[in-house]
């Protein structure tokens, strides 16, 4: 099996200021602007870029909306949706680490029309690998992977120490 391969702590930054400056120049102007993180790989990148944007963030637990729960349960206590103010009406910027079915995303929506109704919603991402299932597209990436379906993209975004966030492409497994 090839050995994994990783991206360096300041291509992951480079591409979070990418994604900052894109929506700070399309939303320079907007009012009520809301960037959620979808839990959990969204949580921290949603932080980081609302420091930023001087914007206000919160967290979207989806775990109620995924299509998998059967298969992969996750207790609604992990980390609960928190949403610092009205949606209905405002801008919100769904944040999430990888964009690759879609089917996450999909979640995000449902769990984000339970609290209101958006005047308009935008999904930014930090990786693009491709592999959709779903009609979903980013407005705002930060970087495209040319990777497998059958590869793993793992992203860790360290709150206390950004030096040591890392993005590792684990290589498909070999078929039984």
């Known amino acids: 099996m090839p050995a994994p391969k990783s991206l360096p702590a300041a291509e992951i930054h480079a591409a979070i200021d990418r994604l900052a400056a894109s929506i700070g ?3 320079s102007q907007t009012k009520s602007l809301i960037l959620l993180g979808i839990a959990n790989g969204g949580i921290e990148l949603s932080r980081r870029l609302a420091t930023k944007l001087g914007a206000k963030t919160g967290i979207l637990d989806i775990s109620f909306h995924r299509d998998d729960i059967e298969r992969n349960p996750i207790p609604k206590e992990f980390v609960p949706t928190r949403i610092p103010v009205d949606v209905t009406g405002a801008t919100v ?3 999430d680490d990888v ?3 879609g089917r996450t ?3 995000a929506l449902d769990e984000l029309f339970d609290h209101g109704r958006p005047a308009k919603v935008e999904l930014a991402i930090l990786i693009d690998r491709a592999g959709r299932k779903l009609p979903v597209a980013a407005d705002y990436t930060g970087l495209a992977l040319d990777v497998t379906a059958r590869c793993k993209v793992v992203v860790k975004l360290d ?3 950004p030096a040591r966030d890392s993005v590792t492409i684990l290589p498909s497994k070999p078929a039984a």
């Open 25 to 27: 120049e399309r939303h």
């Open 93 to 95: 910027i769904l944040i």
């Open 105 to 107: 995303v999909k979640a």
């Open 99 to 101: 964009l690759f079915s």
């Open 159 to 161: 709150a206390d120490q």
